[in-house]
T-cell receptor, first 111, second 117 residues
Framework: GESVGLHLPTLSVQEGDNSIINCAYS??????FIWYKQESGKGPQFIID?????DKRQGQRVTVLLNKTVKHLSLQIAATQPGDSAVYFC??????????FGPGTSLSVIP | DGGITQSPKYLFRKEGQNVTLSCEQN?????MYWYRQDPGQGLRLIYY???????QKGDIAEGYSVSREKKESFPLTVTSAQKNPTAFYLC????????????????FGQGTRLTVV
């Protein structure tokens, strides 16, 4: 597969368990955040987004939590499945309309 | 099927050569973007274009060039001036946002892995 996953933090979870992937963002004035999923050899896919006026948003099997006090974002995946194995990364939009992408976390699901 | 297509998937370049990476979309998106992805790092913006015949430098434009002659196409040329071109290159498109940030409905291509030999 592609080497995008090298040197990344790795999270291994048992199939069926919940996964929590964390992201520390850099700019306290950032007002919009996105989580992406990138499977090996493929381009990133949008998972879920959240605006800075919210602290939680839920999607299908995924929840994003935003803690502006400590500039922390997390992605929770319920009932993790083998198809969830991928690199997950967050992106933040700063007040200058600039986007900063995090390096990502590699999620490995153990059947 | 609507989508965004990058080609080739793998590309090899000799030292001192220019190479062009293709990015085509049939989503009728105004905005297109080129990113570079290196192991252990986040995506970095190379160039972006919000409209035909107009494009802007991103954070790491040195050694790269682009053109936007058609709405559907946004080719990236990696020139010999790019000192470390080996990377995974991603193209994305979205509706026009007025800035360098792709809309939530941004679609990414499958990427081109460029290797200098």
């Amino acid at each position: 597969g592609e080497s995008v996953g090298l040197h990344l933090p790795t999270l291994s979870v048992q199939e069926g368990d919940n996964s929590i992937i964390n992201c520390a963002y850099s700019n306290s004035a950032s007002d919009y955040f996105i989580w992406y999923k990138q499977e090996s050899g493929k381009g990133p896919q949008f998972i879920i987004d959240i605006r800075s006026n919210m602290d939680k948003r839920q999607g299908q099997r995924v929840t994003v939590l935003l803690n502006k006090t400590v500039k922390h974002l997390s992605l929770q995946i319920a009932a993790t499945q083998p198809g969830d194995s991928a690199v997950y990364f967050c992106a933040e939009k700063t007040s200058y309309d600039k986007v900063i992408f995090g390096p990502g976390t590699s999620l490995s699901v153990i059947p | 099927d609507g989508g965004i297509t990058q080609s080739p998937k793998y590309l090899f370049r000799k030292e001192g050569q220019n190479v062009t990476l293709s990015c085509e979309q049939n989503l009728n998106h105004d905005a297109m973007y080129w990113y570079r992805q290196d192991p252990g790092q986040g995506l970095r913006l190379i160039y972006y274009s919000q409209i035909v015949n107009d494009f802007q430098k991103g954070d790491i434009a040195e050694g790269y060039s682009v053109s936007r002659e058609k709405k559907e196409s946004f080719p990236l040329t990696v020139t010999s001036a790019q000192k470390n071109p080996t990377a995974f290159y991603l193209c994305a498109s979205s509706i026009r946002t007025g800035g360098a940030f792709p809309n939530t409905e941004a679609f990414f291509g499958q990427g081109t892995r460029l290797t200098v030999v």
